[in-house]
């Protein structure tokens, strides 16, 4: 079945470095690729995305990769910040344009003072 | 647009009650989705729909979950009896169009259940 894989689970950083959080998913035919971060006791919310005609898409300090031929796309945060620390939480589409997304367990980013 | 709402956002309740969890989409969204957050498992797909139809329910966990969406701008997720197990953080998401040509999902602030 669909299934989107996402590592590490767990990831701690220092302020100022770089952090990078890598999915892989199995369904060809998926498309779209958002990624979401939650922090404590809030909802997912959208910090990027990127659609599967493009190859890089870059927003201030957050910039996502997608590789098609592999299958696996990434999310990597430059000069990463405490505010950064969150679960981040990549998705993949669905085949067929359902609507539907597949998402990853999750990545849990601290970033330390 | 306020968003996704969702009621209540704290509920207790005991063993073998009936607890319903309320939803109001975005206005024009017409993919309606309800997840189940827990530490153990993530986060679960329950049921999706799209315009007021239930499309994909593969995710419901057994007979004591039921969904509906009786019009565009109101779905309720209901669990008779509640059980322990139950306790996690619902969240409902809305949609305007499919990913080919429109946007993603937006989430609702999630409701807290604790089943005692």
């Known amino acids: 079945g669909e299934n989107v894989e996402q590592h590490p689970s767990t990831l701690s950083v220092q302020e100022g470095d770089s952090a990078v959080i890598k999915c892989t998913y199995s369904d060809s035919a998926s498309n779209y690729f958002p990624w979401y971060k939650q922090e404590l006791g809030k909802r997912p919310q959208l910090i990027i995305d990127i659609r599967s005609n493009v190859g890089e898409k870059k927003d201030q300090r957050i910039a996502v990769t997608l590789n098609k031929t592999a299958k696996h796309f990434s999310l990597h945060i430059t000069e990463t910040q405490p505010e950064d620390s969150a679960v981040y939480f990549c998705a993949a589409s669905s085949s067929g344009n359902t609507g539907k997304l597949i998402f990853g367990q999750g990545t849990t980013l601290q970033v330390k003072p | 647009d306020a968003g996704v709402i969702q009621s209540p956002r704290h509920e207790v309740t005991e063993m073998g009650q009936e607890v319903t969890l309320r939803c109001k989409p975005i206005s024009g969204h017409d993919y309606l989705f309800w997840y189940r957050q827990t530490m153990m498992r993530g986060l679960e797909l329950l049921i999706y729909?799209?315009?007021?139809?239930?499309?994909?329910d593969s995710g419901m966990p057994e007979d004591r979950f039921s969904a509906k969406m009786p019009n565009a701008s109101f779905s309720t997720l209901k669990i008779q009896p509640s059980e322990p197990r139950d306790s996690a953080v619902y969240f409902c998401a809305s949609s305007p169009l499919p990913f080919g040509v429109g946007e993603t999902q937006y989430f609702g602030p999630g409701t807290r259940l604790l089943v005692l």
């Open positions: 729909f799209n315009n007021n139809v239930p499309i994909d």
